[in-house]
């Protein structure tokens, strides 16, 4: 065989020797690569499936809306309270912060204040012939009438907006006046009972009137 086509046969079997070996090397690459990006897809998915894990199957259901503002709860309907004392029902608020009893003995002056608790304005009506009432000891009736019997009638009706929070003195048309009997111990204790006022539906006070006197 001539030297020139055996030099030349040499090197077409050199060129595809090293064909073969670069193709055998970009092949190792791209497989170490793939399987680098697989490997890489395994960790995270298994990263993300350990942290789905760490909650709890019911962690929705765990969840709670932010609680609301603490109101003070109703009063329980027929409660008896003393002077001083609140009556609340749905955002109502009545209260007999006290009272004053004459000196004659015949008068009691009690001191009632209602608290728009709401967020909203109310509008409460009343009289003193409609929403008030009062008896005595052995539940005698005892008259409850307007202090200035020529400035408002008793069954006369004052209409009130209350703002939220704000706290009004129940005085319609005149301060509440209690007729009693003096020196009689059948009305030492007298229970002062307001209704319909706002969202009040029935309030009572057990005024002492011993204690003032």
């Keep these: 065989m001539p030297a020139k086509k055996q030099d030349a046969q ?9 064909g073969i070996v670069l193709a055998a090397l970009i092949t190792g690459i791209f497989s170490v690569q793939s399987q680098k990006v697989n490997s890489d897809a395994k960790a995270t998915a298994a990263e993300a499936e350990k942290l789905l894990t760490s909650f709890p199957a019911n962690a929705k ?23 001083g004392q609140t009556w609340r ?12 009893y004459t000196s004659d003995g015949l008068r009691l002056f009690p001191h009632l ?30 008259d409850i009438i307007p202090s200035c019997v020529v400035c408002v ?12 929070l704000e706290t009004i003195y129940i005085a319609p048309g005149s301060d509440l006046l209690i007729s009693i009997y003096p020196n009689d111990p059948k ?9 319909s006022i706002g969202n ?14």
Excluded at 89 to 100: A, M, N, P
Excluded at 187 to 195: E, P
């Design 200 to 213: 009040v539906t029935e309030a009572s006070w057990n005024i002492q009137i011993h204690e003032n006197k």
């Design 113 to 142: 204040y209602f608290t728009n608790q709401q967020p909203l304005e109310k509008t409460i009506r009343y009289s003193i012939g409609n929403n008030f009432r009062a008896w005595g000891k052995n539940n005698e009736w005892l």
């Design 89 to 100: 029902q749905e955002g109502s608020e009545l209260t007999l912060r006290d009272f004053v």
């Design 187 to 195: 009305y030492d204790v007298i229970t002062l009972n307001a209704f």
């Design 10 to 18: 040499t090197k077409v079997a050199w060129i595809g020797a090293a």
């Design 61 to 83: 259901s765990q969840l709670t809306p932010a609680s609301s503002p603490n109101l003070l709860s109703d009063t329980p309907p027929n409660s008896l309270l003393e002077v």
């Design 153 to 164: 009638s008793k069954d006369e009706f004052t209409e009130v907006v209350v703002q939220p």
